[in-house]
């Protein structure tokens, strides 16, 4: 069973380093780098976004009472954006 499966994977051993493949990894690394960089943005953008859509009475840091969703006892964390 094993020999068929290393006759039948063989062909990739042989096979050259092509344009589509490194075409494929930067798309993939252009891909998770993105996805990762999203995780550590948004605790900095919610504030601004706060500010847009809720006007400036959340400057105070608290989440919008009428929100569900949201842990409303939590403050929002202070940055350099949300502060004056």
Do not use: C
């Amino acid at each position: 069973m094993a020999q068929n499966k290393a006759q039948a994977l063989a062909h990739l051993d042989e096979g050259k380093l092509t344009w589509f493949h490194v075409k494929t990894v930067l798309i993939a690394g252009a891909g998770f780098f993105s996805d990762a960089y999203d995780i550590f943005v948004i605790s900095q953008a919610l504030p601004m976004i706060y500010q847009v859509y809720y006007g400036p009475q959340y400057i105070s840091g608290n989440y919008p009472a009428n929100m569900p969703g949201f842990n409303n006892a939590q403050p929002i964390p202070k940055t350099p954006q949300n502060t004056k």
